[in-house]
């Protein structure tokens, strides 16, 4: 049961990753999305998965299922900025002339490595920045980009290893866009995520660099019921544990986590009042923080040196009433 498996979608490559309680299905030629994670035992998809009816949908916007990347995450202030001297033009592709989230949307991922073992199996991929004419314009800073995807059991950790292979400190921030179904019943489903403080936008939703106190989503703290949520938020997360626990009446869940040396915010987005799906998405960059007048340590800007290699790591638990 432990096993990677190939299958297609549209004619693209999948590699689908096998345990006795989860199947994970990885796109990597068509952005190196999962596009699906199957709960065996409760015999239901966990996240909004693209049929192959939507590809004309998914090429446009393929961050609108499973769990795509976003890199960066977030809008940019008129796609534009400068740091350690070299300028970055991003394409304006929202309102007011401003980028949203990021250049990584279809590109073709190479799978480098794959593993199985007695107590799980793994892909690993890889992505060179500078071979993608259109990325390498708007971001001049080559980036070798590697993820590498490791189920064990009814636990999906994702390890993403980035590597500046430019000149220049490369400014890079992360997000993961991640859908999960709530199935139409979000009076079933409680979320605690711990946050401090809500981040103020301007106009335009961009940051202000103000943080405006939590109110009613107090409740995010202990437990808030999902009916009649209706979320575009960004949270500060503060000193407060990077833990997302989604559940529902019955104990069934998952627990959502996020290495706490980078990633420093939550958004929450639910297209609308709560009912089918809650995104539920960790960002290591405040959005525009490369144009906001505040520290890296509080945007979450990761200045990689010519060079150097970070490492992020975001995990994903499912819990099964059985096993609590």
Request: aromatic share 10%; with cysteine; charged share 20%.
């Amino acid at each position: 049961m432990k096993k990677v498996t190939k299958g297609q979608w549209n004619g693209y490559d999948t590699y689908i990753l096998h345990s006795r309680e989860l199947d994970v299905t990885l796109l990597p030629r068509l952005g190196n999305s999962v596009i699906s994670l199957w709960d065996h035992v409760q015999q239901r998809d966990v996240l909004r998965r693209p049929e192959e009816s939507d590809l004309d949908f998914y090429l446009q916007k393929p961050y609108h299922f499973g769990i795509p990347l976003l890199i960066p995450p977030g809008r940019i202030s008129k796609g534009h900025f400068i740091h350690d001297g070299q300028e970055y033009q991003f394409d304006r592709n929202t309102a007011n002339d401003n980028h949203i989230h990021g250049l990584h949307r279809t590109q073709a991922w190479c799978v480098s490595d794959i593993e199985e073992d007695e107590e799980g199996c793994a892909v690993t991929t890889e992505f060179i920045t500078s071979s993608d004419p259109n990325w390498i314009r708007q971001y001049p800073v080559p980036l070798k980009l590697e993820m590498t995807l490791r189920l064990q059991g009814a636990s999906l950790k994702q390890t993403f290893k980035i590597t500046s292979l430019g000149q220049n400190a490369a400014p890079f921030g992360l997000g993961l866009h991640t859908w999960f179904l709530i199935n139409g019943e979000p009076e079933k489903w409680k979320l605690q995520l711990p946050c401090s403080g809500i981040y103020q936008l301007d106009d335009e939703l961009l940051p202000t660099g103000g943080i405006s106190p939590l109110g009613e989503l107090e409740q995010l703290n202990e437990g808030l019921n999902l009916k009649g949520t209706n979320f575009d938020t960004l949270l500060q997360i503060g000193d407060l544990p990077v833990e997302a626990l989604l559940t529902r009446d019955d104990g069934y869940g998952l627990r959502y986590t996020a290495d706490p040396t980078y990633f420093k915010h939550w958004v929450l987005y639910t297209k609308g009042e709560a009912d089918q799906f809650l995104c539920i998405e960790p960002y290591t960059w405040l959005p525009n923080a490369p144009n906001c007048n505040l520290p890296n340590e509080t945007t979450g800007l990761i200045e990689i040196q010519p060079g150097q290699t970070i490492e992020l790591n975001v995990n994903l638990d499912l819990i099964h009433p059985s096993a609590t």
